[in-house]
């Protein structure tokens, strides 16, 4: 009997567009474009290519300009690329008149984001948060997905089927995104249930960008296996553990990592995996000081903080990744100005970084370097708490 041949499925090809605009010069969309390529090899897709244009504003009907587009379309058609992707949010009649252009699938980085997020979610409650920011996504752009019924639009019968099935799918769809709000509402008050049934114990939430290494960070301090990898969005499910540091017992939680550009309709359904910073005493912002533009992701992430209202907290900033931090030595006889690539790990902490008063932290949670500082400052943290709430509680100290 001859071995049945097992093929491999065929990896999907694409494309990235971004545009230098007023808010956005060439370096930004450079490394936003960059970030744009690791989310698309998280969702299993090989940026093969990516076009930028320098624009005023995103043109309102095809984002990019005429000229552009075509560039684009004779690159689609000659080297067969399945998808394009652009870095900022289309409109429904962008997305149906690139489509007509370009005569391949077009997805934005709102889209792709949604994209990866179903693909992570396990459990029932990311599932539902997942499937609800979908739903929300989706019906504005609703009429642009019925492609197939432009012969059905004339200038006249513009109520022909085709806009009666969307009417249906639009009632549809509303109906669903009111179920699973109010799946989300029962959720969020479990989970509310769940926190305070933890009673007043102190407690830690992980904050930061995504992939930033919070989940390894996690399994250290708890000595946990909480599911880590090199990917975007490794974590959407929180996950509480309990720590005892010196006797002293405190809850860490994992959190969903947040992102630049993070869908609105994304922040919304994941309220209640929020509420648990929002909820927390103290906050660990892990940060990927090996990232070349690490300070640009802590600014994101305190701005995240601020919008679901969780900026009042005490904060360590725990700089991770030490092991991959490196930087370019400058010959003794160059002259040129010193940029950020030059500095030495050393120099860093001279920086803006040394005015922290003692509330940041340089670890490689992969190596487990310098753990025990972070251990002493969470316990100092943490009994500083727990002396406010249990003062007669000396016993543990």
């Known amino acids: 009997m001859h071995e049945p041949v097992i093929t491999k499925p065929k990896i ?39 076009f930028t ?70 459990t029932a409650h990311a599932k539902t948060q997942v499937e609800l920011a979908q739903y929300q996504y989706l019906l504005p752009r609703l009429a642009g997905l019925w492609t197939h019924l432009e012969r059905q639009r004339g200038g006249i019968g513009l109520r022909g089927p085709g806009e009666t099935e969307i009417e249906t799918d639009r009632r549809v769809i509303r109906d669903r995104i009111a179920k699973l709000k109010d799946d989300l509402e029962k959720i969020d008050i479990q989970k509310k249930t769940q926190r305070q049934n933890r009673g007043k114990m102190v407690r830690v939430a992980l904050v930061g960008y995504t992939n930033v290494g919070k989940s390894t960070l996690m399994n250290v301090l708890s000595k946990s296996d909480v599911f880590a990898e090199d990917k975007l969005f490794a974590t959407l499910d929180t996950t509480v553990r309990k720590v005892v540091v010196e006797n002293l017992p405190f809850l860490i939680s994992d959190t969903v990592g947040f992102i630049r550009k993070l869908p609105h309709s994304l922040v919304e359904s994941f309220k209640s995996t929020l509420d648990e910073v929002r909820e927390s005493d103290i906050l660990l912002h892990v940060v990927d000081i090996s990232h070349p533009n690490f300070e640009e992701q802590v600014e994101i992430v305190q701005q995240t903080l601020y919008e679901i209202n969780a900026n009042d907290k005490p904060v360590i900033l725990v700089f991770n990744k030490i092991d991959a931090f490196h930087y370019i030595l400058k010959e003794f006889d160059d002259l040129t100005p010193l940029t950020k690539e030059n500095l030495s790990l050393e120099d860093l902490k001279r920086t803006w970084m040394a005015r922290c008063n003692g509330t940041c932290v340089f670890i490689s949670a992969k190596h487990k370097e310098n753990i025990e500082t972070i251990k002493d400052l969470l316990y100092e943290k943490v009994k500083e708490i727990h002396i406010q709430r249990y003062p007669y509680d000396d016993f543990l100290y």
């Open 12 to 50: 999907e090809t694409a494309i990235l567009i971004g545009v230098v605009d007023n808010s956005n010069d060439e370096q930004l969309v450079r490394e936003y474009l960059d970030e744009l390529a690791f989310l698309a090899i998280t969702a299993g897709v090989e940026p093969v290519g990516r």
């Open 53 to 122: 244009q320098k624009l005023e504003y995103p043109n309102p009907r095809t984002f990019v300009g005429t000229g552009k587009l075509q560039e684009i379309r004779d690159f689609v058609i000659k080297k067969k690329i399945d998808l394009v992707i652009f870095d900022d949010e289309l409109s429904a009649s962008q997305i149906r008149n690139i489509e007509r252009e370009l005569n391949c699938r077009i997805l934005d980085r709102t889209n792709l984001i949604l994209d990866i997020f179903a693909t992570r979610a396990k």
